[in-house]
């Protein structure tokens, strides 16, 4: 499988996608003016403790305070020194208002939602993730062979300090690379921790004690590993940080990082463009003729799957069968592509077939199964339904790059210009109730005034009897079609 890295770097925003076999699976994208948060390390003041909820309100120095549950916060050391103490039960045993702590972004704030935050700090190098706050020594569970699992296990054991305590991870990059290169990245993490520490007893609370990494170098740390084959990067200024970036941490990588010298911009080159666009759109084809159709609102995500076009060759069953087939691939990259997150609904077609069930699911249990972002899937369900949940970190692509629409404000829908009629005569009535007034004015969008000189004339002639007064219409090429104004004259 051939997999690529295209990194488009302009002055107020950076983009990155990950291509395997010229398709498009994910996009990653920063702009100046809203960088992400998550990994940000914090000073925060404690706001708010809600027992209730076991959780507190810290604020950060953010627009919107951020979330701490208390099973994100660290107990004492003096408490988790003890095996035989249990954990404090209530959030209040953990934090009081006013206390200042060091916490880390889990979420970025999603909606009206503020960031989610926890105390057990994480800081991520190459190959190593180290726990300030953590214990023992874990290995990636993609690193499958056991014997590799042993001696990074052992390696990582050779160079824990005493001195100074913690967690440490092993990530899936690790794999087969040397002692030293390892032994390089967890003194770098050591050196980081002490600075961090520095800075947070000093920081005022609200203050930004630790930045992660822009998008460019934050794509080689966490994406760059042996089966992608090149890096391409489209500015010379972001190329030359990069290739330093990996002489430093992973000199084995430097050279696969390529200027891209075309003059046409590297995403138009490969097509990626038109992929961002259309992974915008609600409806999304498949090679069968068979189409997805994706809505996403702030409780869930809901996928339909229609056969369209496709009518099969051979019977119903196996038409459907084909078209879910081909659906729960699709799907699972599309997830990816939109960064989908939280619970999400897929509404296969019906299929009679047991076990034609079965393997949808399966296919669409393999094809996640290369998902960086953590997901479950539950089984099939008499209707079709297959509930899974994605885990959400950042923001969909719909929510960074779209806002809702002004005309629907998100409904997805306006009234007609029949409903919009109604409410006008509606509102003249209102209106002549309780004012004295010599003329009526109504302005309204095109459509609406089309209407109520046409299908609605005789109507709007009742209302000058009504009312007893003449209507003037005008039209208001800025009005929206469920716009309207009555005026008094």
Same mark, same amino acid.
């Given at each position: 499988?051939?997999?690529?890295?295209?990194?488009?770097?302009?002055?107020?925003?950076?983009?990155?996608?990950?291509?395997?076999?010229?398709?498009?699976?994910?996009? !990653?994208?920063?702009?100046?003016?809203?960088?992400?948060?998550?990994?940000?390390?914090?000073?925060?003041? $404690?706001?708010?403790?809600?027992?209730?909820?076991?959780?507190?309100?810290?604020?950060?120095?953010?627009?919107?305070?951020?979330?701490?549950?208390?099973?994100? #916060?660290? $107990?004492?050391?003096?408490?988790?020194?003890?095996?035989?103490?249990?954990?404090?039960?209530?959030?209040?045993?953990?934090?009081?208002?006013?206390?200042?702590?060091?916490?880390?972004?889990?979420?970025?704030?999603?909606?009206?939602?503020?960031?989610?935050?926890?105390?057990? #700090?994480?800081?991520?190098?190459?190959?190593?993730?180290?726990?300030?706050?953590?214990?023992?020594?874990?290995?990636?569970?993609?690193?499958?062979?056991?014997?590799?699992?042993?001696?990074?296990?052992?390696?990582?054991?050779?160079?824990?300090?005493?001195?100074?305590?913690? %967690?440490? #991870?092993?990530?899936?990059?690790?794999?087969?690379?040397?002692?030293?290169?390892?032994?390089?990245?967890?003194?770098?993490?050591?050196?980081?921790?002490?600075?961090?520490?520095?800075?947070?007893?000093?920081?005022?609370?609200?203050?930004?004690?630790?930045?992660?990494?822009?998008?460019?170098?934050? $794509?080689?740390?966490?994406?760059?590993?042996?089966?992608?084959?090149?890096?391409?990067?489209?500015?010379? &200024?972001?190329?030359?940080?990069?290739?330093?970036?990996?002489?430093?941490?992973?000199?084995?990588?430097? /050279?696969?990082?390529?200027?891209?010298?075309?003059?046409?911009?590297? !995403?138009?080159?490969?097509?990626?463009?038109?992929?961002?666009?259309?992974? @915008?759109?609600?409806?999304?084809?498949?090679?069968?003729?068979?189409?997805?159709?994706?809505?996403?609102?702030?409780?869930?995500?809901?996928?339909?799957?229609?056969? %369209?076009?496709?009518?099969?060759?051979?019977?119903?069953?196996?038409?459907?069968?084909?078209?879910?087939?081909?659906?729960?691939?699709?799907?699972?990259?599309?997830?990816?592509?939109?960064? @989908?997150? %939280?619970?999400?609904?897929?509404?296969?077609?019906?299929?009679?077939? /047991?076990?034609?069930?079965?393997?949808?699911?399966?296919?669409?249990?393999?094809?996640?199964?290369?998902?960086?972002?953590?997901?479950?899937?539950?089984?099939?369900?008499?209707?079709? @339904?297959?509930?899974?949940?994605?885990?959400?970190?950042?923001?969909?692509?719909?929510?960074?790059?779209?806002?809702?629409?002004?005309?629907?404000?998100?409904?997805?829908?306006?009234?007609?210009?029949?409903?919009?009629?109604?409410?006008?005569?509606?509102?003249?009535?209102?209106?002549?109730?309780? !004012?004295?007034?010599?003329?009526?004015?109504?302005?309204?969008?095109?459509?609406?005034?089309?209407?109520?000189?046409?299908?609605?004339? &005789?109507?709007?002639?009742?209302?000058?009897? &009504?009312?007893?007064?003449?209507?003037?219409?005008?039209?208001?090429?800025?009005?929206?079609?469920?716009?309207?104004?009555?005026?008094? #004259?």
């Amino acid at each position: 499988m051939s997999t690529e890295l295209l990194v488009n770097v302009t002055p107020r925003e950076s983009r990155a996608a990950l291509v395997e076999n010229g398709v498009l699976q994910e996009i !990653f994208l920063e702009r100046a003016n809203r960088r992400g948060l998550i990994s940000n390390i914090y000073k925060g003041r $404690v706001s708010r403790v809600l027992p209730g909820m076991q959780a507190a309100f810290i604020d950060v120095g953010l627009d919107r305070t951020a979330f701490l549950h208390a099973s994100d #916060i660290a $107990v004492p050391a003096d408490v988790e020194a003890d095996i035989e103490t249990p954990r404090p039960e209530s959030v209040r045993q953990l934090v009081t208002e006013g206390d200042e702590i060091l916490v880390q972004v889990l979420k970025d704030p999603l909606g009206t939602k503020g960031a989610r935050l926890t105390t057990y #700090i994480t800081l991520p190098s190459r190959y190593i993730v180290y726990m300030p706050k953590g214990r023992g020594i874990g290995v990636s569970a993609r690193i499958e062979d056991e014997a590799e699992r042993q001696r990074l296990r052992e390696t990582v054991q050779l160079f824990v300090s005493p001195e100074l305590p913690g %967690g440490w #991870i092993v990530r899936t990059a690790a794999e087969d690379c040397s002692i030293d290169a390892l032994r390089a990245d967890m003194m770098f993490l050591q050196r980081l921790w002490d600075v961090i520490r520095q800075r947070g007893a000093t920081a005022a609370a609200g203050q930004l004690v630790h930045e992660d990494l822009p998008l460019e170098i934050r $794509v080689l740390r966490d994406q760059l590993g042996q089966h992608i084959e090149r890096v391409l990067v489209d500015s010379p &200024a972001a190329h030359a940080r990069m290739v330093e970036f990996a002489r430093t941490f992973m000199p084995e990588s430097a /050279e696969r990082i390529e200027l891209n010298a075309a003059s046409r911009p590297i !995403f138009d080159l490969y097509g990626i463009e038109d992929e961002v666009n259309r992974g @915008l759109d609600r409806k999304v084809p498949l090679k069968s003729g068979g189409y997805l159709m994706i809505d996403q609102t702030e409780a869930m995500t809901t996928i339909d799957v229609n056969t %369209g076009a496709y009518v099969g060759h051979r019977n119903l069953e196996d038409t459907i069968f084909r078209t879910n087939l081909e659906a729960a691939v699709a799907i699972a990259r599309q997830l990816r592509l939109r960064n @989908l997150g %939280g619970i999400i609904i897929v509404d296969f077609i019906d299929m009679q077939d /047991e076990e034609h069930r079965h393997q949808v699911l399966q296919a669409l249990e393999k094809a996640v199964a290369g998902d960086h972002a953590k997901t479950h899937i539950s089984t099939v369900s008499q209707l079709g @339904l297959v509930e899974m949940t994605r885990k959400r970190t950042r923001d969909s692509l719909e929510h960074l790059m779209c806002r809702p629409c002004p005309t629907c404000e998100g409904r997805g829908f306006v009234k007609t210009a029949e409903t919009v009629a109604y409410e006008i005569f509606r509102e003249v009535l209102r209106q002549s109730r309780q !004012f004295e007034f010599q003329e009526l004015m109504v302005l309204a969008h095109q459509d609406v005034i089309e209407l109520l000189l046409d299908e609605e004339s &005789a109507a709007l002639g009742e209302m000058e009897l &009504a009312t007893g007064k003449p209507i003037r219409l005008q039209t208001e090429a800025l009005y929206a079609e469920d716009q309207y104004d009555v005026v008094l #004259i």
